[in-house]
């Protein structure tokens, strides 16, 4: 056997796989005489078919199978013991659709795969590379406004008659014609829309003052900002109907529903945080305060990550071998049309580009993904989950049972090392660039791009 590379540039080579018959009849011959013991022809019994035999029936495709499975081998093995660091897989080129082979056992073959190559690139990040890091403050209309929906959740539901913003209506949908009819094959629904999900102001004001029994009509991907998965839920149809909806639909008021504030009392204070923990309004209003300036944190430091990101990837600049890279995704998708590959190819290249950048800055700084960080990190998620279900903790006992569970799916493993893999290399960059530290108010802080 004979296996070179042919460099084409930088970042493509084509493999060349030369194999004689002594390459491949000792695995051929061996094949047939385990098919041969295994196999259950008329006229022979169990495991005494003559090879001979089992060679003259299905000798070619026997062969065939076992020069694909030296191939595969053989190029794992030569893209290790040569260290390449290659994209995707090896994919065969087209020439060698042309080529003939007689499949006699005598046969000289010789194979070519094309190769995507990692680029190279260099990782340079030092103090001098400044990015902010800010510090959000609660201000008093955040506070508020969080104060509002902490009543309105524990507050009481009313049936007003005539609706006001911030109100629910509780109406029947019904797809309109181009003609302004009720379209009767067309899509209805009976759902619940919220007044404070409706963006465009003038549809929302339409809303308000209405009574039972009101009809109006309404463009829901206008008042809905074009929300597919707002509008799926108002329609109960799939999200990619609601993208492409552009039909007005006639809006019956059922029911108008309310929630009004609940009461500043101790019964709210020991629903929110358990008995006496909090006793007073001004103690309400710090805890409130206390646990949207961790969010505020939390949110500090998704941008963080956003900035980092987006920083790393403008710095680091590099080319991939995108012709290679498009077949091979066309090679291992064969359901992939152009205009998805087309449409989709850059995502998944900034995505590769990133996942390269992770992987060189955690083995050029020897930094480790133990399994111990995967589980504390899975397990979190679990808790976060239950917890947005019921507000009794679950134990620590089943929580570390379930997670267990959860990790035994290989899915849901690799997500958790994927996002542990992130969180080390953020954590890294943090320790190597110069973090500026900026004050900012929350709506301030809502406004960035």
Do not use: C
Request: cysteine-free; aromatic content about 8%.
């Amino acid at each position: 056997m004979n296996i070179t590379q042919e460099k084409i540039d930088n970042l493509n080579s084509v493999v060349k796989v030369n194999l004689t018959p002594a390459d491949y009849m000792e695995k051929v011959e061996k094949a047939i005489k385990d098919h041969a013991k295994k196999a259950k022809l008329p006229g022979f019994r169990p495991g005494m078919v003559p090879p001979a035999h089992i060679k003259k029936m299905y000798g070619k495709s026997i062969l065939v199978d076992e020069v694909n499975n030296l191939l595969a081998s053989s190029i794992d093995n030569y893209i290790n013991e040569n260290k390449l660091e290659v994209l995707g897989q090896p994919i065969p080129k087209k020439s060698d659709d042309e080529k003939e082979y007689n499949w006699d056992y005598t046969d000289n073959f010789e194979f070519d795969y094309e190769i995507g190559v990692a680029p190279e690139f260099a990782i340079d990040f030092s103090s001098k590379d400044i990015l902010p890091h800010f510090d959000i403050k609660v201000d008093d209309k955040t506070l508020d406004e969080r104060i509002v929906s902490l009543r309105k959740a524990y507050g009481k539901r009313t049936n007003p008659d005539v609706s006001a913003d911030g109100d629910m209506l509780f109406a029947d949908f019904k797809q309109l014609a181009q003609d302004g009819s009720v379209f009767d094959e067309g899509i209805a629904s009976t759902s619940t829309l919220r007044l404070d999900q409706v963006k465009d102001d003038s549809i929302r004001k339409s809303l308000i003052g209405l009574k039972k029994d009101d009809v109006i009509s309404i463009d829901l991907k206008k008042a809905l900002d074009g929300d597919a998965a707002a509008i799926a839920k108002v329609l109960n149809i799939s999200e990619d109907d609601a993208k492409d909806l552009q039909s007005q639909f006639q809006l019956t008021v059922k029911n108008i529903n309310r929630l009004e504030e609940g009461d500043l009392n101790q019964e709210l204070f020991d629903k929110l945080w358990g008995a006496d923990v909090v006793k007073t309004e001004d103690d309400f209003r710090a805890k409130v305060k206390e646990e949207l300036e961790a969010m505020m944190v939390q949110n500090a430091d998704q941008r963080l990550q956003q900035d980092l990101h987006k920083f790393v990837m403008d710095k680091v600049d590099f080319q991939l071998p995108d012709e290679f890279l498009k077949r091979w995704l066309k090679v291992t998708n064969s359901n992939l049309s152009e205009t998805e590959l087309e449409e989709g190819y850059d995502d998944f290249a900034k995505n590769l580009k990133w996942t390269l950048i992770e992987n060189r800055i955690i083995k050029d700084n020897n930094i480790e993904i133990k399994y111990e960080d995967i589980f504390e990190t899975a397990k979190r998620r679990l808790d976060g989950q239950f917890r947005m279900y019921s507000p009794q903790a679950v134990s620590e006992e089943q929580l570390a049972q379930y997670t267990v569970q959860f990790l035994q799916n290989k899915e849901n493993a690799n997500r958790i090392f994927e996002e542990v893999k992130a969180e080390k290399v953020f954590e890294y960059l943090k320790t190597v660039v110069t973090l500026d530290k900026k004050e900012i108010d929350y709506n301030k802080f809502l406004e960035l791009a």
